[in-house]
């Protein structure tokens, strides 16, 4: 599957199984709740609402396996640092513009679930230890930017 080693795929499917199995129901309930508790102006609205809240979690049931990934595996290795930094920007991008812009509860709810999440990351980053020798599914060591300095 795509460059993933065995126990690597595997854990990744357990976590997106459970978490599919808790976060969907969810999803499900808060529609309920929405369409008897929340006023809406048309159904139109409501439904909206609801694809809304399937994408804020979706969005975590997408970020969290990497968390079972490296608990499992007892290694960062899996995360490669260009990837974390990535996130780790987007994250602040995010948390910047839900103070700044007004948007729905749900929205900033969201962003504050990716901070927990990369808090997670972090910890794990320090955690557990990195293998220098491993080389990056993206093609690279990770580590070193140029390689004209070896020369």
Known sequence: TWGKDSSTASADAVAMRWLSYVLYPLVVAYAVYSLLYKEHTRWYGWLIETLASAVYAGGFILMTPQLYINYKLKSVAQ????????????TFIDDLFAFII??????????????????????????????????????????????????
């Open 79 to 90: 995360l490669p640092w260009r990837v974390f930094m990535y996130r780790a920007c987007n």
């Open 102 to 151: 007004k948007m729905p509860t749900m929205h900033r709810l969201s962003t504050f679930r990716d901070d927990v999440v990369f808090l997670l990351y972090l910890y794990q980053r320090w955690l557990y230890p990195t293998d220098a020798s491993r080389v990056e599914s993206m093609g690279g060591d990770g580590f070193a930017e140029d390689d004209s300095k070896n020369d």
